[in-house]
């Protein structure tokens, strides 16, 4: 019989398989982790598209909601719209100065009145139908009030008591009260250049804009000239 001291070649084969298994478990682990890596990498990758497309789709309705809103609000306004002189503009109702008050006043004029009652009862169901509130906010040009003028000590003052003016307007009118509170912002917020008459004119305006309750908390918290009293 032949030992394993007869067969030289026995042993180094033996030596050579137990050299080269330990190679392949380790390329076999090295493969597997890779496998893995790119296994967390697509998963990565999905998630990141699903918050694409989530994103997207929340975008898309948003917008779509902005845009029945508008649709909405001008179905609402039609009348008062086609008399040219009430605007609207990313849901905002814009008034010119001049429809309301003489110039550097917050007496409403006769016509100006009128108009807004026009836009009471169109503006009464649109809110209620979505239990939103109106901001009613004053914009004046950046030309100071007059020395003469003392009633009113700057244009912030001037924009508050405009806007004050047609909240009250608007309640006499029918507008329920818990739905319509007014901001001043004088001559910030300008939509054209004042370096000119033609600009200074579309800055002195009144806008309403329908806003959602908690919306117009955190408005009146920071901007509301004054509460409207019974």
Known sequence: MMSALDNPHHDADDDGVE????????????MSGLVGAFVLILIGVLVMQMDLVANL???VQKRQQEESRRMALEKALAIPLQSGRVTLNNGRIGISGAVLFPMNSDELRADGRQLLKSLVPPLKVYLAERDQML???GFTDNIPVPARNTRFEDNMELSAQRALNVTRALIEEG???QRVFSAAFGAEQPVASNADEKGR???RRVEMAPVPKRDAATSTAAT???VVKP
């Not at 050299?19 to 090295?30: E, K, Y």
């Open 201 to 203: 004119a579309l800055n």
């Open 135 to 137: 901001m009613v906010s």
């Open 57 to 59: 789709q929340a975008e």
């Open 175 to 177: 507008m329920p009260r």
């Open 224 to 226: 509301t000239t004054s």
């Open 19 to 30: 050299q080269t298994a330990p190679v392949w478990a380790v390329f076999g682990d090295l």
